[in-house]
Structures are given as C-alpha cells and as structure tokens.
C-alpha cells in the first residue's frame, strides 16, 4: 500500500476546516446564536417540572398546575423551533463548505499526474471522492450539528445546576473518572483503527478494480484463482479492523452506561441529604436530576458520536490530502498539470513557459514504467520534427510507440533525456497560453451531456459558431442528434460519433503539437473520419500512432521504431527505395510482397 496517495494530518485538515467556514462567517454566527438561545430556553424545563413537582406537594389548585404547564409548553415549542433552525442554517453552512471541498478535491484529482495516479491505483482516488465523501457528509448531516448542540448543553447544564444547588453539580462529577477513563482508551484505540481501514478498504477496491479491468487477461491466462485469493485477503484485512473498531465502540458505550448509573446515584444520593438537612425543595432535587440526565444525554451522544466523527476525520484527512499532493508541485499561474515521481511527490515547482514554435526534439530519452521494470519501453529514443511536419510513428506492439506519444503530450516525464516543444519541456510547454501538445488517445470517451457541454471542455468560452464550426470540418452534423447543440448524448455513441467529437476538441482547443492514436486507425475504414483527422493535422506539428501502413498516405515523415530506440527516420518514399531499410521489409510483408533480399 506504498503507492497510495497520502493523508493530511490532523492540524492541516483542521487549518482547511476552518478557511472554508471562514468564507461564510455571517452565516456561521447565525446557527450559532441561534442554538444558543435554544439551548438556554430548553434549560427552562427541568425548573418548570421541578416546580410543578413543588405545587403538587403544597396541594395548589389546578390552575397554578396549568399555569406551569403552559409556561412548560412554551418553552419546549420555543427550544424546539430554534433549535431545528439552527441546525438546518449549521448544515446548510457545513454542506457549502464540504461542496467547495469536494470541487478542490476533484479538481486536484485531474490534476494529478497520471504516473502518480497508476502508483497509487484508481481506486484509492476514487474510494476517497466517493466513500470518504459519503462519511464526511453524514457527520456533517447528523454528527456535527448534534455534537455543537451537545457541548452547548453541557456548558449550560452545569451553570444551571451550580445556581440550582452546587452540591448537587458536584455529585454530578462523580461521573466524570469513568467517563475521561473510557474516551482516553477509545480515542488511543480507535483512530489508528480509522486510518488503517480506510487504507485497507482502499487497498480492497483496488485489487477488485484491477481484477475486474484485466478480466480478459485473467481468464487467458488462468490467473483468477489468484485474483480471488488477493481479493479475499484484502477483504478478511479490512472486516477484522472493522471488528476491532467495533469491539472498541462497544467498550466505549458500557464506560458511558456505568459513568450515568454512577452519576445518576451520586446526584439523587445528594439530594436527599440536602433535603432532609438544607431544606431543599423535592421539586429542586427533581430539577437536579432531570438537569443530570440532560446533562449525561448530550455527553453521552458526544462521547458516542466519536466513533462517527474518527470516521469522518479519517476520510477528511484522506480528502485533504488530495488537495495537498496536487497543490504541493503547483504554482498559481499553472493550470492543471503537474509533475510527481511514481511514489513520492517531487519537491520541485514546475513553471508554465511559452514554447517559442512547435518543432518537437526528443534527445537521448529512457523510459521505464515503474522503478522494479525489468525491460525500458524506451532506450535512447532521439528525433527531430520540424514546425508543421506530420510524422508517423510505426513498429511492433510494445516497440514504444504510445509511451513515446505520452511523453511528446507532456503527460509523463522522461527518466532521462529530455522531449522539448519549441526548446521548452513538453511538460512545461504551452503556446499562446494553453497546452502546447494534446494527445488524442485510444480511449476517447463521450460524457452524458449535450454536444456544446461536451465540446467546451476543450474551450469553455467557445461562441456558438465556433462549435459548429468545429464540428462542420470533422464532419459531425448537429442535427443528427434530437436538439441540435443542446442535444444530449450519451456515453454509448457511436464509435464515430465519438472519435468526432474528440477531433473537434482538439479544433477548439487549438494545440501547436497533436498526437493522434486509434483516431487514424479507425479513419483507415472511413472517409469521413479521415477527411476529419487530415483537418486536425492542417496546419500544425502533427504525430500519428499509425497502426496500419495504409496510413501513411499522407504523412511528411516516418520514424520506425523497435525496441524502444527509433531505427530509422524520413518519408515514405525515401524508406522505401532505402535498401534494407526496416520500413521496406515492413511494407513489403503487409503488401504480400516477397523480399528481394530473401
């Protein structure tokens, strides 16, 4: 679990706690104020009850009786009504706070170096947007607003029941031994059980999350058995933390339970010593009690929502440490890319710099996925592509044809040599202040929203004509979908439709550098399509993954590249009348040809 994102400590996640709330104080002081004065006229009860006891006792009329009642009614409806409003303002403030945390915590995911995320596996980032987000609202929901009504009640509680009689505030501490007592060892017990569960619950949803991704690759290779064994060890780790944490609230609730019946004995004990020799009313002894069980139920609602609030510190720890690790390697001026080693968060800042044109130099680059990679997917990888060249990228699956691609995108970081755009890092690279290169990958992908929200990802201020513009040279019509620009699509489009809407991205978002993948093998078949991947290369620095020789059709250069080294660099026709050249045999085998030199 090394390769996990890492959690906040507690001073900083309480330091974010706060600026967040800080940006609402009006609202803060109003749920405040108001369950103050909620909380002080719940604590009229006890003495309206107690007097009613003391009326009853003398053998006053039932009007006086009544007369307590009514007060008693009052004073209950009243407490209740401001106290629901002031919960509702507290959760409402909580709830914005978390929201504005929740888009931090998102926004740093994307953020993160994919390198980084791979390390820790996408589960640990999602279980943290997901599970860890659900626990940090439901105490925000339920947990907090109880806790602050809680403590309230405890502070004035007690300078209740000191101006009541001072002996019995004092019985009342009787209680407080067995209750310091059991909160010590739950707390001691319990947050290092928190933490661990929700790394061992991380570290679950990631051996299921790759079982479940490599299906195919499991079944072919008879490795399910294995998976399940990883799967169930993961899951036996994480329900025995998840019994030692309850063992721990369970010992917690009988401490609780002991301290009221101590508490609860010390106070009636008192009381009726003071009655029989102080002259203390019955109905004060009675008010003295009634104010101890009001003033045990808020301690022990506090002391049991712990359980619910390490829960919830835990997950907020996680939460915040997201946003931490990703603003760690971020200046203000950046956007959304930052560099990090495969583990460890590099200390160094990278700055955005304008990239001067859009030739593209790779020197001298290795690469290796993961420090413990037997083999390099690129050793010593060097070539040269001039401003407005489109080249292709050719070779054997695993020749390093896609770790090259995402390196020229900027989107990994070569382990040595360098990848330059304009003489600027590719990671670093923009030109007119947006990325400098964009990769359009294999994986393109459709959100469930309308064409324009789907389109201005690439280019949030777009105008309407630069959408349909955009979509016009990739050949994607509008009206095809029930709505036109607003109409909505849906993860399950076509194919073709998908592809198009990522070309017309790239139109909108207008890189010097495009790297192009599965987009040129699919136009193989489609005119469209192609006609479509010839717009998005008009015009600027172009690198095509070419999956197929037929490809090449219109490209300037062709670098051939094996085993993670390019052999040989030029176009088409030079390779080709080039004797022995790797591009020539590659040609003549996919042709049908038989080598003249064989």
Known sequence: MTGLLPDAGVAETAQLG???????????LASLLLLLLGTSTMLLIPPLLGAIVDVVIAGDGFASVFRIGGALAVAGTAAALLEWASGILL????????????????????????????????????????????????????????????????VLTLIGMAVLDPWLALAALAAVPLQVWS??????????LYARLRREEAERGREFVEAVSGADTVRAYGAHDRHLEAIARASATAVETHREATRARNRLNGG?????F????AVLAV???????????????????????????????????????QRALSGLQRLVGVVQIASANREPVAEDRCASDASVVDDQRLLRAEAAHASVRIDGVHYRYGAHTSRAALSGAALEIADGTTVALIGSSGSGKSTLARLIAGLDEPTAGQVLIGGVPATQAVRFGRPAALLVAQETHVFSGSVSENLRLASP??????????LAEVGFDPRRVEGGLDGRLSAASSHREAQQIALARVLLAAPAVVVLDEAVSAARADPILAEAVRAVCRGRTAVVIAHHLEQLRDVDLVAVLDDGSVQEVGSPEQLLARRGSAFAKLWRVARGERDPGS
């Open 91 to 154: 959760v409402r403030c909580l709830q914005a706070a978390l929201s504005e945390l929740r888009e931090d915590v998102f926004e740093a995911a994307l953020a993160l170096p994919l390198q980084r995320i791979e390390a820790a596996g996408d589960a640990d980032v999602i279980s943290r947007i997901t599970n860890d987000v659900e626990a940090v609202t439901e105490a925000i929901s339920g947990v907090i607003p109880l806790c602050a009504r809680a403590a309230l009640t405890i």
């Open 262 to 265: 101590m508490g609860l004995a």
């Open 461 to 470: 201020g777009a105008s309407e004509r630069e959408l349909l513009a955009a």
């Open 256 to 260: 609780l339970n002991g301290a009221e």
């Open 271 to 309: 009381g009726f010593v003071r009655v029989s020799t102080a002259g203390l009313s019955v109905g004060a002894v009675t008010a003295g009690a009634l104010y101890f069980h009001r003033l045990f139920a808020p301690i022990g609602e506090l002391l049991g929502s712990m359980d619910d609030l």
């Open 18 to 28: 706060f600026r967040l709330l800080a940006r609402r104080p009006w609202a803060m």
């Open 183 to 192: 909160t010590r060892v739950f707390l001691r017990r319990s947050r290092p």
